[in-house]
């Protein structure tokens, strides 16, 4: 056995059969001859034999392809496709591309993958390798060092959530954007309005794989007691209906404590024991009739089929070698507004998380329906200030089915169907225009209008391929993927390490280490200070915005409140105070008394916000001042008295660069909560007259939980506000804090470790920096 298979198993997680190929004698040459009997010999647990097969499948792909160090030609086999400059960003070759077939394009780009995977996976390997050389020593460089290589794996996910009515063509989109025909069922079966549905890429079997994911026990029991004591009254009586016969078939007459016997829940143990469900199948058509009686409500004309997804919180579809979806989720997403809170939880937080949005229409009605609208105006605040999303893309679907006649040719029905759907985008974007407060947060540029035929797509009948628009939703996706800037970082990354450790075995230049460790240490407080005063101005410029908000709130609210309680039912303001203030009706508008009664606040702040957090761009938080942050390596390295020390300046700008994706990482995750809290902290104050407002029985109820919200709100209203303006400036307050302190800890540490360290007991690396540093200049 040598050191290439031990390192193999080891980045594959597979260490423990380290031994067993050891007592085989299982060499390099020899691995790439193994059969499926002598994996099988070797590896006794199926799981781990599927996941070597799966690996070494991709391994022996790898070692076909020409490879990068050998040949000249493979520098540039193709006009690149790919990102190829220092920070990961796309090249365009613009020149000759119409020219090439989009078979012949395709060929090229996956050329270019495989070349990024090629060099991603010996550099993975070479770093492997240095990790398991480090001294087993608990000193704190090296333990630096293997935190450090440790963390150069990411864990990158970019989340596309796809909204919109059942039967407007969502799943067929999803099928045919991943190609994958049968993968999501598409026709006449009703999806169910409360499970949501990711698709993500198999990354551990070359299998299709569902997990199941269910409410927990004790939350359908709530939902249950709470339909059995008051269902005729209930507003959404028939959607709970067809739950209940879905799961129990006849369930009338029966106690809850009937309906919670474990007797009903045979064939899924999991959800008794709170755990998920993993379905592993061959196809993706066996794995969509499987997962069915879990994602979809089926009907005929009598009754509901049987079925448990009343008890589903999300089902995950996972695809086998799908490159578009390595580092990319598509989220079918439901209607917002969930009874269960656990599932409403999951809704804001995907929502939240989704740096694309694919609102989805049939083109006949896209313009002019409801519904899709509603979506966009009910969650553009989660999506944008309150998220991540960079851009809104607004897919007509079934785009071939609005033109034609049997009298017509081809050509004609071609160019009919490109008219009407050129007509299709101009409405959709005039409707987008009137959308004020959506605006606010999205821009023109962010919003995009596709027409597209999923079916004409997949069946390649009369339409080319390039006017259904599904390829350019693709080069979406495989731009969202990015595979080339996560090969960069990490490339980058070990060239940075590997710079640490060589650079700590040169003894020589102790003058030099210290004169420059102190210019660092100086450069470090400057850069500091220049990057506090302009947060600060941030933070005194919000406190201005709110307290502008807090008066127009004191002054506006009780109005405000009038317009939301007045219209409202006996039943609906009952759901609404049941529910904390926040009721989806089955059909009407999403109500939220926490989010009218913060409007004032958060309207005060959205420019402000959208500055200092921007989504879309290439704009920074705080006005970029943290990313112009630098310690001058670069200039230092040209100085030829610095040349002992430029392996060690080297991977401090490494260093710079991690940091500051560290920091628009934290920010982007730390923003949603810092936006939220407006209405969050109103949400608090409010709780206790909605616990009061329920309770009440009897001859006027409706016009007693009125007079308590209302009277609430009169007497809170001076605090209330003002409160959630102080809770806002504190979390600013509190992440400017961390940021400043995160970049003043973390580069001090690499300064010391980088400048005041030498003579350690460390391998020598100098070949792996060559070959790294050879992989890295391919990238640059």
């Known amino acids: 056995?040598?050191?290439?298979?031990?390192?193999?198993?080891?980045?594959?997680?597979?260490?423990?059969?380290?031994?067993?190929?050891?007592?085989?004698?299982?060499?390099?040459?020899?691995?790439?001859?193994?059969?499926?009997?002598?994996?099988?010999?070797?590896?006794?647990?199926?799981?781990?034999?599927?996941?070597?097969?799966?690996?070494?499948?991709?391994?022996?792909?790898?070692?076909?392809?020409?490879?990068?160090?050998?040949?000249?030609?493979?520098?540039?086999?193709?006009?690149?496709?790919?990102?190829?400059?220092?920070?990961?960003?796309?090249?365009?070759?613009?020149?000759?591309?119409?020219?090439?077939?989009?078979?012949?394009?395709?060929?090229?780009?996956?050329?270019?993958?495989?070349?990024?995977?090629?060099?991603?996976?010996?550099?993975?390997?070479?770093?492997?390798?240095?990790?398991?050389?480090l001294p087993n020593q608990d000193d704190k460089f090296n333990k630096f060092l293997k935190k450090n290589i440790n963390d150069l794996e990411t864990d990158k996910m970019e989340v596309v959530g796809v909204f919109g009515r059942t039967g407007a063509g969502k799943s067929s989109l999803i099928n045919a954007v991943i190609g994958v025909k049968d993968l999501l069922p598409c026709g006449r079966i009703r999806a169910c309005t409360s499970v949501m549905i990711k698709v993500k890429a198999n990354m551990h079997n070359p299998k299709y794989e569902g997990e199941i994911e269910f409410i927990t026990k004790e939350e359908w029991e709530e939902e249950l007691n709470h339909f059995l004591e008051d269902q005729e009254k209930a507003e959404d009586y028939q959607d709970s209906v067809k739950k209940l016969s879905a799961l129990y078939g006849k369930w009338r007459k029966k106690s809850l404590e009937?309906?919670?016997?474990?007797?009903?829940?045979?064939?899924?143990?999991?959800?008794?024991?709170?755990?998920?469900?993993?379905?592993?199948?061959?196809?993706?058509?066996?794995?969509?009739?499987?997962?069915?009686?879990?994602?979809?409500?089926?009907?005929?004309?009598?009754?509901?089929?049987?079925?448990?997804?009343?008890?589903?919180?999300?089902?995950?579809?996972?695809?086998?070698?799908?490159?578009?979806?390595?580092?990319?989720?598509?989220?079918?997403?439901?209607?917002?507004?969930?009874?269960?809170?656990?599932?409403?939880?999951?809704?804001?937080?995907l929502v939240g998380s989704c740096s694309t949005v694919w609102i989805v229409a049939e083109i006949n009605r896209a313009a002019s329906e409801k519904e899709p609208w509603e979506i966009l105006e009910e969650s553009y605040s989660l999506m944008g200030n309150g998220g991540e999303c960079r851009q809104i893309h607004f897919i007509c679907t079934k785009s071939d089915e609005i033109g034609g006649s049997g009298n017509q040719s081809a050509a004609d029905v071609r160019a009919q169907i490109l008219r009407e759907n050129g007509q299709a985008k101009t409405q959709v974007m005039a409707e987008f225009s009137k959308l004020k407060e959506v605006k606010k947060q999205f821009s023109e540029e962010c919003f995009k209008v596709f027409t597209v035929s999923s079916t004409e797509f997949m069946n390649k009948n009369s339409l080319n391929p390039v006017d259904t628009e599904i390829p350019k939703l693709k080069e979406i996706l495989q731009d969202l993927n990015d595979w080339h800037s996560e090969t960069f970082n990490y490339v980058s990354g070990a060239r940075g390490i590997l710079s640490l450790i060589q650079g700590a075995s040169i003894r020589e230049g102790a003058d030099i280490k210290k004169t420059v460790c102190e210019k660092l240490e100086k450069n470090l407080s400057d850069e500091l200070d220049k990057v506090k005063k302009p947060m600060d101005e941030t933070v005194m410029a919000f406190a201005r915005c709110l307290s502008e908000g807090v008066e127009?709130?004191?002054?506006?609210?009780?109005?405000?409140?009038?317009?939301?309680?007045?219209?409202?039912?006996?039943?609906?303001?009952?759901?609404?105070?049941?529910?904390?203030?926040?009721?989806?009706?089955?059909?009407?508008?999403?109500?939220?008394?926490?989010?009218?009664?913060?409007?004032?606040?958060?309207?005060?702040?959205?420019?402000?916000?959208?500055?200092?957090?921007?989504?879309?761009?290439?704009?920074?938080?705080?006005?970029?001042?943290?990313?112009?942050?630098?310690?001058?390596?670069?200039?230092?390295?040209?100085?030829?008295?610095?040349?002992?020390?430029?392996?060690?300046?080297?991977?401090?700008?490494?260093?710079?660069?991690?940091?500051?994706?560290?920091?628009?990482?934290?920010?982007?995750?730390?923003?949603?909560?810092?936006?939220?809290?407006?209405?969050?902290?109103?949400?608090?104050?409010?709780?206790?007259?909605?616990?009061?407002?329920?309770?009440?029985?009897?001859?006027?109820?409706?016009?007693?939980?009125?007079?308590?919200?209302?009277?609430?709100?009169?007497?809170?209203?001076?605090?209330?506000?003002?409160?959630?303006?102080?809770?806002m400036i504190k979390q600013l307050r509190d992440l400017m804090s961390e940021i400043l302190e995160k970049l003043e800890s973390t580069m001090q540490e690499s300064i010391e470790l980088s400048l005041k360290t030498d003579g350690v007991s460390i391998p020598d690396v100098s070949e792996q920096l060559e070959l790294v540093n050879k992989h890295y200049n391919e990238m640059t």
């Open 258 to 349: 009937n309906l919670m016997e474990d007797r009903y829940f045979r064939e899924i143990p999991e959800f008794l024991k709170s755990k998920s469900k993993i379905l592993t199948k061959d196809t993706a058509e066996d794995l969509s009739r499987e997962l069915v009686k879990y994602t979809r409500c089926v009907e005929d004309a009598k009754e509901v089929k049987r079925g448990y997804w009343p008890l589903v919180k999300c089902v995950t579809f996972r695809v086998p070698e799908n490159r578009r979806l390595q580092h990319v989720t598509l989220v079918d997403l439901p209607g917002n507004g969930d009874r269960n809170k656990s599932r409403d939880r999951m809704w804001k937080e």
């Open 1 to 133: 056995m040598d050191d290439y298979v031990r390192n193999i198993l080891t980045e594959w997680k597979l260490s423990e059969w380290i031994n067993t190929f050891k007592d085989h004698e299982v060499d390099k040459e020899s691995l790439f001859c193994l059969e499926d009997n002598h994996i099988a010999a070797l590896i006794k647990k199926v799981g781990p034999q599927s996941k070597f097969k799966y690996r070494l499948k991709l391994l022996k792909e790898e070692q076909n392809t020409t490879d990068p160090e050998t040949s000249d030609s493979s520098v540039e086999v193709c006009p690149s496709t790919s990102k190829t400059n220092d920070k990961g960003k796309r090249k365009s070759n613009l020149q000759g591309e119409s020219s090439k077939s989009p078979a012949r394009k395709r060929a090229c780009e996956d050329i270019q993958v495989t070349k990024r995977e090629v060099i991603l996976s010996k550099v993975k390997n070479i770093m492997s390798c240095v990790h398991q050389k």
């Open 552 to 727: 127009k709130s004191k002054s506006s609210c009780e109005k405000v409140l009038k317009t939301v309680l007045d219209p409202l039912s006996y039943g609906s303001l009952k759901c609404v105070v049941e529910k904390g203030g926040i009721h989806k009706p089955t059909s009407g508008d999403l109500i939220n008394i926490n989010m009218k009664l913060s409007s004032c606040l958060t309207d005060s702040i959205d420019k402000e916000f959208k500055k200092t957090f921007p989504n879309e761009g290439k704009r920074k938080p705080f006005n970029g001042v943290f990313n112009a942050f630098s310690l001058g390596t670069e200039k230092l390295m040209t100085n030829k008295e610095c040349e002992n020390v430029k392996l060690q300046l080297t991977f401090l700008k490494t260093e710079e660069e991690k940091m500051k994706t560290k920091l628009n990482k934290l920010i982007r995750k730390r923003k949603k909560t810092i936006y939220s809290i407006l209405t969050t902290t109103i949400e608090e104050t409010m709780k206790p007259c909605y616990d009061r407002a329920k309770r009440f029985g009897g001859p006027g109820i409706l016009k007693n939980m009125r007079e308590t919200i209302e009277t609430h709100v009169h007497d809170s209203k001076d605090v209330m506000f003002a409160q959630a303006k102080d809770a």
